[in-house]
């Protein structure tokens, strides 16, 4: 039988359906409750004690809430890697500031320091200091945690830490997900695990993560009368929802493993083929291989293999079967 081999497809473990009942039997169908929370605590216990959770609709609302915790506000400028997901980048713009971008190294493919530090003391040059930095663990590789966040500190800049593909990849033991000032997870259909749609905010402090909850639930005041003194956002993550999270954080290790699999399979088949480059962990990286993309070494190259796979995107699975990836990784 022959089947299109998806990228990146959501994968259920079982238990999912149980917090699903268990929100529908408690008629806890809000977007806050008994799942929300588990689901926080689940994340906290698999990231760090000292990591405080607010789940969110989704990682670009966490995002969007990083911002405007780190005081980002019309005319600012906020550096972002160039080489990440749009959604990296929309919320500076949802914050009416300025994009400074910054390309990535050959190592990680992530955010490259030296090109960091130029661009701010470029910026500081001209009079201004970026209001943040957003660094992203692309692919699930671990960005250079410890030379971005050296430079960070030595100009005083906070680091908003998009780990929204690398739940599950540790730099030196460390989990990613814990490095920024803020963080902030993905749980899309596509992402290493999914709530259907859905992200977290990773706060370093009590205090912030209640201030984006504040916020993230329309920052009504406390008090009887709908007061608003602040402008809040409808960003809660669904109790329903928050029910998937917890089955899938059951799993989240099944998954990497399986994922880190697929990338050694890729590996021993194609590495014979000089043309073709995959990114290899530097010592102390960890990377959840959420994709496993590969660099070839010219542009004709990439799109006829492009094309080639576009034309033969159909496997035939009782070929494949026996040594192939684990269908929907
Ligand atoms: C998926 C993704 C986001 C956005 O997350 P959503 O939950 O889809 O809003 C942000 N940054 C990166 C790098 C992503 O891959």
Same mark, same amino acid.
């Given at each position: ?172 033991? $460390? ?77 989240? $290790? ?17 590495? $014979? ?28 190259? $990439? ?27």
């Amino acid at each position: 039988m022959n089947s299109k081999i998806w990228l990146s497809s959501p994968h259920m473990g079982g238990h999912e359906l149980d917090f699903v009942n268990e929100a529908f039997s408690t008629n806890w169908i809000a977007p806050l409750g008994p799942n929300v929370t588990g689901f926080e605590d689940d994340l906290k216990t698999f990231l760090n004690e000292d990591s405080y959770v607010a789940a969110v609709s989704a990682g670009t609302a966490a995002l969007h809430l990083a911002l405007i915790l780190s005081d980002v506000g019309p005319g600012d400028e906020v550096i972002c890697q160039s080489k990440t997901f749009s959604a990296s980048a929309n919320p500076i713009v949802y914050q009416g500031a300025t994009p400074v971008f910054v390309d990535s190294e050959r190592d990680t493919w992530n955010m490259c320091p030296i090109q960091l530090e130029r661009a701010i003391k470029d910026r500081i040059s001209k009079g201004k200091t970026p209001k943040a930095i957003i660094a992203v663990h692309l692919y699930g590789m671990p960005y250079k945690k410890e030379e971005i966040h050296a430079i960070a500190k030595t100009y005083n800049i906070p680091v908003v830490e998009d780990s929204a593909e690398a739940l599950g990849s540790s730099y030196k033991g $460390q989990k990613c997900g814990t490095f920024g000032e803020f963080s902030i997870l993905s749980f899309n259909g596509n992402k290493i695990i999914t709530t259907s749609g859905g992200g977290a905010l990773v706060c370093s402090t009590k205090e912030e993560k209640e201030k984006a909850v504040f916020l993230a639930t329309q920052a009504k005041d406390k008090a009887v009368a709908y007061v608003h003194s602040h402008i809040g956002y409808n960003y809660r993550m669904s109790n329903v929802l928050a029910g998937i999270g917890r089955g899938q954080m059951m799993i989240l $290790q099944d998954h990497v493993n399986k994922r880190r699999a697929n990338f050694n399979f890729y590996v021993s088949k194609l590495n $014979q083929i000089k043309e073709i480059e995959f990114l290899q962990e530097p010592e102390g990286f960890y990377s959840n291989r959420w994709l496993t993309c590969i660099l070839l070494d010219n542009k004709k190259d $990439q799109e006829g293999v492009r094309l080639f796979l576009e034309k033969d995107k159909y496997r035939n699975t009782s070929i494949m079967e026996t040594n192939a990836p684990a269908t929907g990784f």
